[in-house]
């Protein structure tokens, strides 16, 4: 077990570049919309009729990281596989 899980990291750290690059730029682009989407709830506080389209808003802020960082181990795989 131990060292299949070595083996795993030794090969997540020998990815290219090009690589790195899609992971890191996914993974900043997520931690700034789950950051503004946090700031937008907690000024909106709770749903009203008024503030429902923004607020609904900020909720698929905050999800829609998930689908990007899910995209992005993909294209990095994807790029890893073709430059090895």
Not at 13 to 30: E, I, N, T, Y
Not at 54 to 62: F, H
Not at 64 to 81: E, H, K, M, T, W
């Amino acid at each position: 077990m131990k060292n299949a899980l070595k083996k795993t990291i030794d090969y997540i750290f020998s990815m290219p570049q090009a690589a790195w690059d899609v992971l890191m730029g996914a993974l900043r682009l997520s931690c700034t919309m789950v950051f503004c989407a946090f700031v937008m709830l907690i000024d909106l506080g709770a749903p009203t009729i008024e503030n429902l389209p923004v607020w609904r808003g900020a909720l698929e802020y905050a999800r829609f990281p998930v689908y990007l960082l899910l995209c992005a181990v993909f294209a990095a795989a994807g790029i890893d596989s073709r430059l090895r």
